[in-house]
């Protein structure tokens, strides 16, 4: 029997308005900096100078290889983006293969000050392990609250 899903939702207030926070948010080079110093991702041949905003919907891009600190292939995730709401949302459903399930959900709202960015993250690993989900979503956690403190730090210095 296939491990549980688990989701776990993060989120931070960003001091900048929800357009310059959307253009970050959606730029491979903006994910990259978000990641770092931990992983990068590269996106597949094929879907270079894309963006979120560029990538069709409904369609796997190709292998996005996950690299620890930046230079140890680790993973890789089918990208397949199925929802954008340009400047609002956008919805990522893939694979991995670590995850027989990846759905990662970014909605960006105005609030006073700036824009409030929330992650919400629904994970199933294809290992049968016990424990290994539970493990995972504290990693996870872990890492979009890394992600979203880079992502303020940087409007904070921009």
């Not at 600190?69 to 893939?94: I, K, Q, W």
């Not at 690993?125 to 303020?152: C, I, N, S």
């Amino acid at each position: 029997m296939p491990p549980r899903a688990r989701t776990i939702e993060n989120e931070v207030d960003v001091p900048a308005d929800a357009a310059a926070v959307w253009d970050r948010v959606v730029d491979p080079d903006g994910i990259n900096h978000e990641m770092q110093p931990w992983m990068t991702m590269r996106l597949p041949r094929r879907a270079a100078g894309m963006t979120i905003e560029t990538i069709p919907l409904g369609r796997p891009v190709g292998r996005a290889w996950l690299r620890l600190f930046g230079l140890v292939p680790f993973d890789f995730d089918h990208l397949m983006l199925v929802e954008v709401e340009t400047g609002v949302r956008f919805v990522e459903r893939s694979t991995m293969m670590s995850m027989r399930r990846w759905e990662h959900e970014r909605t960006l709202t105005t609030v006073a000050g700036g824009t409030r960015v929330r992650d919400r993250v629904t994970l199933q690993p294809r290992v049968p392990v016990p424990g290994l989900t539970v493990v995972l979503a504290r990693v996870v956690d872990a890492f979009f609250k890394h992600r979203q403190r880079r992502l303020a730090r940087y409007f904070e210095t921009h």
